[in-house]
């Protein structure tokens, strides 16, 4: 599935719940996508016995996202799985009071197995840039920007927030901190979970 060259602007006021909503598909390309205003801009979720491998997303704006420029979450049961996602010089803005940039959630023995993030931005969001649940493994974050998160409330949330139980998170030469116009301060750069 190749998906390029697609621009989804949405009215605030009627937002659909994604602008792309992938829940089952292997070897998909998202190229030059630009999806502003949905509560999701991209959200993947597979459920029972579903999977979702090597994504690819390339050029792509998710921006003024209500609650997350990106959503991947691996439902229902230990057969959904979401593996192998590479995002290169991507955008990911969510910007209501639960908004995230990116966001991981695996539910019960799901897997979420490794992403790459080069050259993406995660900017003034209103909670973290990144939020990792517990459960997700191997992602690395490279020459990203993470900045200017936390604008609910100062000092409360981070760039990259990790929770306890999950395994090879790599973050290398990043610019994580406060930027811009934004009012509210990120608390931490990264914040590990005990």
């Known amino acids: 599935t190749y998906i390029s060259n697609v621009v989804m602007s949405n009215n605030p006021a009627n937002m659909p719940a994604a602008g792309i909503r992938i829940v089952q598909s292997g070897h998909t390309s998202l190229f030059r996508c630009n999806v502003t205003s949905a509560l999701k801009g991209l959200e993947v979720i597979p459920t029972t016995s579903q999977d979702v491998s090597y994504l690819f997303i390339d050029h792509c704006l998710f921006d ?33 009071a639960t908004g995230s940039g990116i966001e991981f959630a695996v539910a019960n023995s799901a897997i979420i197995d490794g992403f790459t993030f080069i050259g993406c931005r995660m900017l003034n969001n209103y909670n973290n840039g990144v939020t990792i649940g517990a459960g997700p493994q191997n992602i690395s974050f490279t020459d990203c920007q993470i900045a200017g998160n936390g604008q609910q409330t100062s000092n409360t949330y981070d760039g990259i927030s990790i ?23 990120q608390r931490y750069a990264v914040n590990v979970a005990a």
């Not at 997350?68 to 593996?83: C, M, N, P, V």
């Not at 929770?163 to 406060?178: E, G, L, W």
Request: with cysteine; net charge positive.
């Open 64 to 96: 003024s996202c209500s609650t997350h420029g990106a959503y991947f979450y691996a439902s229902a049961a230990a057969s959904a799985r979401i593996r192998s996602v590479v995002s290169v010089n991507s955008w990911y803005s969510g910007t209501l």
């Open 163 to 185: 929770a306890a139980n999950t395994n090879n998170i790599s973050i290398a030469n990043n610019d994580i901190r406060q930027i811009g116009t934004a009012g509210n301060q």
